[in-house]
């Protein structure tokens, strides 16, 4: 945005957000949805159960490991004030950086011309005003942008004459996690081209940060509609801390031990450039760690505590973190005290036979861990990357040889080096089969190891990250207090008992009318209208339920929430029914003859007594619950081998993105606080977030609450206090 042209407003694209007619899109057929599973289907690899797509097996070039030190991005000074604000402006520049000295410079997009950008900092209730300035960029974006996805051309854009196309370079700045008026939030239709094109729904040239909320870890990042997952590939990502007074009295690392890793995948050429296919893809890894924007990079401790604010802002990947020592043996990662907003309820060990063995991030999570390494005066550690593996569903397993019996299977297991462990499954016809391996990923990762991947689509392995050399002594007394001890101020983000209303957001899969997959929040995509309109100042429950075969980072704008509990909730068919689950088998569930006794019932499954009647045999009876859905959900609950678990320890504390893995349902308390207007939610992987799984949500004041789209959703009318409200399609 050019200097000194505060309020320029031409060009405009758009007045109203509002698309054109769009064309529809396919439902999956069974078949097309298990391919697409099996091609998005390693753990590890990609957000917890997926993997990236690496179109021509695109290799980066060999590089030697931990041979140079890790960058320690500095914290910005402002640039004055504005209105009794603090003020920075923040120039977006195309600039060259040196990601490992055996490769070429690289040129890179990033805040203040560098990856990751500089660390932006305020005390709590301190008023920030922030201008981001990329007056200076070109007009060729660094990578091929596919029109395909929408927000690209002109026909994204209601009353646009396109007389000119959409400007390939355009950005929006979105500040990650932040309590923040809607206009200042940074969201996918706010951007601003270099010469002054705007999207729909810019309002402001600078953004006005209140920080009035729990103190923070977190990012500013490229929010652009269409663009997010190249934007922020190409470098503009930076980190964000808000300070406050109880902080600093729990005696944590400070100044030089206090350091933020800012961990992202990336891949390049051999000319140094970063690499990303030129069409679209669903996901996208890369096969080369970065770590504040050097590759594999090392770093000189002493021996005693740092404070690691971890930040992991990759388009896909997640990370499972475990500390090693030189013979390969895990050691004691250290005490997780934050997942990002405020503290966590108690500290969390992570390491061998501790609270956790693996602290696990998805794109755009965080982790602020203490880690001593006062036991390892001498000795040089890696952080390594080791996604817990869960049992998935992954797709097809059609890809591997399958037996049809068990011997055969521990046979084949015994050659792969499974020490005989078998699963079974059905095959296409309804038979019972058997395979290696006590699930499919760890039949599918052995099956590698031996033959080569069986697939084409196989997102790289990234297991090093960063190694730690400890010195033999520290340069100063260690005075930070004992991380075991400490007594965290923790701050619950909302209280689940006040919840007026709940919402179920499932998340699936289609097929666009390019033949792309395209996921989806409730059957409906990013411009379809909005749906849910929360009431300034209340709390809901929100069950975010994933039918999908892909695992979501889900983050909302605006608040932080709490994470109530998880739980998987069973088989999942994702044929013709839009990748919604269906359950038409009365009979496992018990009925009642009279509605006394389903009213019974239903009160002490806690339903109120709603009830619902069938025809059973030809005989009308009676069952708690609206409808069966109901019925199951709290049957399930209180009775079922898929009731709830809490959440994990190191999710009991402020968060604003979730990991919700397939097959799961995760549930989440919200406290609708300070700020009404809209706001999107969505997947964080990028690549899914540009196409096309983000919703708006409005939250309103006064009598418009709770007021949703009655199309958009099975409206309880007389229920409001358990309003269960799903906008399924």
Avoid at 18 to 32: G, I, Q, T, W
Avoid at 148 to 157: C, K, P
């Amino acid at each position: 945005m050019a200097s000194g042209n505060y309020g320029k407003r031409e060009p405009t694209i758009g007045t109203g957000g509002c698309e054109r007619e769009a064309l529809p899109m396919k439902r999956l057929s069974r078949r097309r949805l298990l391919q697409v599973g099996a091609a998005l289907g390693i753990a590890g690899a990609v957000s917890k159960s997926t993997v990236a797509e690496m179109d021509d097996h695109h290799s980066s070039p060999d590089l030697e490991k931990f041979v140079q030190p890790v960058p320690i991005p500095g914290e910005r000074e402002p640039d004055g004030k504005r209105r009794g604000a603090t003020y920075y402006e923040v120039s977006i520049e195309e600039a060259e950086q040196k990601f490992h000295p055996d490769l070429d410079p690289t040129t890179i997009w990033g805040f203040d011309g560098q990856f990751p950008g500089p660390i932006i900092a305020a005390d709590r209730n301190e008023r920030l005003a922030v201008r981001f300035d990329n007056e200076d960029m070109g007009e060729e974006h660094l990578f091929e942008v596919d029109e395909r996805i929408r927000g690209t051309t002109a026909d994204n854009y209601h009353m646009y004459d396109g007389d000119e196309p959409v400007p390939e370079v355009r950005h929006s700045v979105h500040f990650h996690g932040l309590n923040v008026p809607s206009e200042d939030d940074g969201q996918a239709d706010m951007w601003i081209s270099p010469d002054g094109v705007e999207g729909p729904r810019r309002a402001k040239d600078v953004q006005e940060i209140p920080n009035r909320q729990s103190r923070l870890t977190t990012t500013y990042h490229d929010h652009t509609r269409g663009l997010s997952r190249l934007n922020n590939y190409a470098g503009l990502v930076g980190p964000y801390f808000i300070k406050d007074r109880r902080e600093e009295r729990l005696d944590l690392p400070e100044g030089d031990y206090d350091v933020p890793l800012v961990i992202a995948d990336k891949a390049f050429t051999e000319d140094g450039q970063l690499y990303y296919p030129d069409e679209f893809v669903e996901d996208f890894v890369g096969d080369t760690a970065t770590v504040n924007g050097a590759v594999w990079p090392y770093m000189e401790v002493e021996p005693r505590r740092y404070r690691f604010r971890i930040i992991t802002p990759s388009n896909g990947r997640t990370f499972g973190f475990r500390l090693h020592d030189e013979d390969g043996h895990d050691v004691p990662l250290g005490h997780q005290i934050s997942a990002g907003h405020g503290f966590l309820k108690d500290v969390v060990e992570i390491g061998p036979d501790r609270d956790l063995e693996t602290l696990e991030l998805g794109p755009f999570e965080r982790a602020e861990v203490i880690v001593d390494f006062s036991e390892h005066a001498g000795e040089t550690l890696t952080l390594e990357n080791h996604v817990a593996h869960e049992d998935h569903d992954h797709g097809d397993h059609d890809d591997l040889p399958t037996y049809e019996t068990e011997e055969e299977a521990e046979e084949a297991s015994h050659d792969l080096g499974l020490e005989g462990r078998t699963h079974e499954m059905e095959d296409d016809h309804g038979h019972t089969v058997y395979a290696p391996g006590e699930d499919h990923h760890e039949y599918m990762m052995a099956w590698e190891e031996h033959h080569g991947d069986h697939d084409d689509h196989h997102g790289p392995d990234l297991q090093e990250i960063v190694q730690f050399r400890v010195a033999e002594e520290t340069e100063s007394a260690d005075e930070t207090a004992d991380p075991a001890t400490l007594d965290l101020p923790y701050r619950p983000a909302a209280n689940p008992e006040a919840a007026t209303t709940k919402r179920t957001m499932t998340m699936g899969m289609e097929e666009d009318e390019h033949g792309l997959v395209v996921h989806t929040l409730n059957g409906r995509r990013a411009s379809d209208p909005i749906a849910h309109r929360p009431q300034l100042g209340t709390t809901e429950i929100w069950d975010l339920k994933n039918d999908d075969h892909h695992a979501h980072p889900i983050h909302l704008h605006l608040v932080e929430f709490e994470v109530v509990g998880r739980r998987q909730h069973g088989d999942h068919d994702h044929g013709d029914n839009g990748g919604h689950t269906h359950h038409d088998d009365h009979d496992d569930l018990p009925t009642y003859d009279n509605r006394g006794q389903a009213i019974k019932a239903s009160r002490e499954l806690g339903l109120e007594g709603r009830i619902h009647e069938m025809e059973m045999d030809g005989e009308t009876v009676y069952a708690p619950g609206e409808d069966h859905h109901e019925y199951m959900e709290a049957w399930a609950e209180h009775h079922g081998e898929h009731a709830w678990e809490p959440a994990p320890p190191n999710e009991r504390g402020g968060k604003d993105t979730v990991m919700v893995d397939a097959g799961e349902t995760v549930r989440i308390a919200i406290k609708w606080g300070d700020h009404a207007g809209m706001y999107p939610f969505h997947c964080h992987t990028l690549e899914h977030e540009d196409h096309d799984m983000m919703r708006p949500f409005e939250v309103v004041s006064g009598n418009r609450g709770g007021h949703d789209d009655h199309d958009d959703h099975d409206d309880h009318d007389d229920h409001d206090d358990d309003h269960d409200d799903h906008d399924d399609h």
